[in-house]
């Protein structure tokens, strides 16, 4: 049994959907047999977001948290004396912990970039990400035993930066959900609902996607139906997403504003506006909103290979979505429709969704689904990581999804 040590920024909901896709990966080899423990610095959500399952090291951070300078990370890493280990995200003091520790020991090191290498989220801050890769990142990377793709995009978006590791393109995994245990808190809306769900930023394109919104509110098709727009702000994002739809004339609530109960998503959506901010939703009632809405949306610009997609597939919805989420298996199995990061292309495809019937989103959720079951599992992924590791400890043979720089 490997001792596994990885290594992440936080464990928290500030790393969006690189929490989940990291806790479902490495709680899965966990249960094949590996001994594994976390290595992360505490934030403000750290002790509530905590992953019971597993054994985690939190270490404080020292000057500014969104660099997450924890000089403890190198003392607990040399004393847990793991086999290998992997380090998820960039940009933080977290890669170089990882990368001290294998400078130190020689031992392998994996780094997953979870789509950060990519050419648009390079740009966002982009000053502040070059200096960073000048003065530590791209070496860390260079010195990597070999870097994790979650799709063949992102391996050629590593390859354009001179990077020659082995890269192993592993995609992202989802848990199937079962038939809903409660059918008392199901939400039962008084319209068709779109559901958006994830972090309010810039790079999600959602501001296009509520331009489009706007633009459609006049047409008889979409009369009984609305946006809701479900998840956490972050730099403001969500204020100015409010403004746009103001000032689109767009009437839109916010159901944070509700008072506090259980109920507050089924009553502020029994006869909602066209478009509702729920504010964050977790555990059941994210997976509330996902039984309830007809189809999901993600315009993004820059994705690894996101999971909220996965889950929205796992749960037998349609998806539009753009190929910039790199997962194009979707629109190959007519499960996803195809947009652009514009407003008009993403009228057309919304008029095109809702023209649909309600027998033909369900075929397309349920080849989603089928989708997910075959190819984006938690066991056969967690398999190939496994097969990974193996290799870069004991020095085998790499296995045929890890590809050797030219």
């Known amino acids: 049994m490997k001792r596994i040590a990885c290594v992440i920024d936080t464990i928290s909901r500030n790393a969006g959907g690189l929490s989940s896709s990291v806790r479902g990966l490495m709680g899965t080899m966990q249960q094949q047999g590996d001994d594994m423990r976390f290595f992360t610095v505490v934030d403000e959500y750290s002790h509530e977001d905590i992953w019971a399952e597993f054994e985690i090291y939190l270490a404080q951070c020292r000057g500014p948290r969104k660099f997450g300078y924890a000089p403890t990370l190198d003392s607990a890493l040399e004393l847990y004396d793991p086999d290998i280990v992997h380090c998820h995200g960039l940009w933080t003091y977290s890669t170089q912990a990882a990368m001290n520790w294998r400078r130190r020991t020689g031992n392998p090191v994996i780094i997953h970039p979870h789509g950060m290498l990519d050419p648009w989220a390079l740009k966002h801050n982009s000053w502040k990400k070059f200096l960073a890769r000048m003065l530590y990142e791209r070496r860390n990377l260079k010195e990597a035993s070999c870097i994790r793709a979650l799709c063949v995009s992102e391996m050629e978006s590593i390859r354009a930066l001179g990077l020659k590791n082995p890269v192993c393109v592993i995609p992202n995994a989802i848990d199937l959900p079962g038939p809903a245990k409660d059918d008392a808190g199901a939400i039962r809306p008084g319209r068709k609902l779109l559901l958006y769900l994830g972090r309010l930023h810039p790079k999600k394109g959602i501001n296009l996607l509520i331009q489009a919104w706007a633009q459609k509110q006049q047409e008889a098709l979409f009369a009984d139906w609305t946006l809701v727009i479900a998840g956490w702000d972050q730099g403001g994002h969500e204020a100015a997403l409010k403004r746009q739809a103001s000032k689109a004339g767009l009437a839109w609530t916010d159901l944070q504003e509700l008072p506090e109960s259980e109920t507050r998503l089924q009553t502020g959506l029994e006869h909602p506006p066209p478009l509702v901010f729920t504010g964050p939703v977790f555990g059941m009632n994210k997976e509330r909103l996902y039984r309830a809405c007809e189809a999901f949306a993600l315009p993004s610009y820059s994705e690894g290979l996101p999971m909220v997609v996965l889950e929205a597939w796992a749960y037998g919805k349609p998806v539009i979505m753009t190929s910039m989420c790199n997962l194009p298996e979707g629109f190959e199995a007519q499960a996803a429709l195809r947009i652009e990061t514009n407003a008009a292309f ?30 984006f599992n938690w066991p056969r992924v967690a398999n190939q990581m496994r097969e990974v590791n193996y290799a870069l400890v004991r020095g085998g043979e790499l296995p045929d999804f890890v590809f050797l720089g030219q």
């Open 346 to 375: 993403i009228c057309d495809s919304l008029k095109q969704l809702v023209k649909f019937s309600a027998a033909e989103r369900q075929d397309m959720g349920a080849r989603g689904r089928s989708l997910v079951e075959t190819k």
